[in-house]
């Protein structure tokens, strides 16, 4: 059972635009900065989101971060095949004193 | 460019001992945090442990129950993980990443604990 939760599947059409949720708490999502990650089958993950909305350099702007409260949100628009991973959310849990990630979402581009 | 490199991972018997290495390059490693990440197969990411840039400030997972041992070598730009007492439930892929935010990982290096 993971501290952050995230759907386990997502779907959408090529071209069209998918949002991914991350509901925690006031302990880790509520207090500190949110972070996405893009995991492609046996590959290592990427850093897609940090700060809860800023983009590394080289990440597109097709790639967007919000939150509000306790739950942050990863957009994707423009949705590619080349789309098609695992985005795991992450954060620091002041309670726990570690870091949390999400279970992980899978998006599928139909 | 930054690069990260785990090494020393592999087949262990439950009980056993492994130490994991990550040599850092492309940046200075000496100011930067540092951090071990796991992922079970089929599962999701696991966060284990980080440590400060002169190891003065150390945290673990609560999950680890004091069975591993973060360390850094900033002379050799080297961060490792000393894990002793494995179990079967710590058969996973070792990353190493530079903290805050985790913006590097390694390749990542499998351990498997199987008798």
């Known amino acids: 059972q993971s501290v952050l939760t995230q759907p386990p599947s997502v779907y959408a059409a090529s071209g069209q635009k998918v949002t991914i949720s991350c509901s925690g708490s006031?302990?880790?999502?509520?207090?500190?900065?949110v972070s996405w990650y893009q995991q492609f089958p046996g590959t290592t993950p990427k850093l897609l989101i940090y700060?809860?909305?800023q983009r590394p350099s080289g990440i597109p702007d097709r790639f967007s971060g919000s939150k509000s409260g306790t739950s942050a949100t990863l957009g994707i628009t423009g949705l590619q095949t080349g789309d098609e991973a695992d985005y795991y959310c992450g954060a620091w849990d002041g309670s726990l004193n570690a870091y949390v990630f999400g279970s992980g979402t899978k998006v599928t581009v139909l | 460019q930054v690069q990260l490199v785990e090494s020393g991972g592999g087949f262990v018997k439950p009980g056993g001992s492994l130490r994991l290495s990550c040599a850092a390059s492309g940046f200075a490693f000496s100011d930067y945090y540092m951090t071990w990440i796991r992922q079970a197969p089929g599962k999701g990411l696991e966060w284990l442990s980080y440590i400060s840039t002169s190891a003065k400030t150390i945290l673990y997972a609560p999950s680890l129950e004091g069975r591993f041992t973060i360390s850094r070598d900033n002379a050799k730009n080297t961060v490792y993980l000393q894990m002793d007492n494995l179990r079967a439930d710590d058969t996973a892929v070792y990353y190493c990443a530079r903290w805050g935010p985790l913006d590097y990982w390694g390749q990542g290096t499998l351990v498997t604990v199987s008798s």
């Open positions: 700060d809860d909305y």
């Open positions: 006031s302990f880790n999502t509520g207090k500190y900065y």
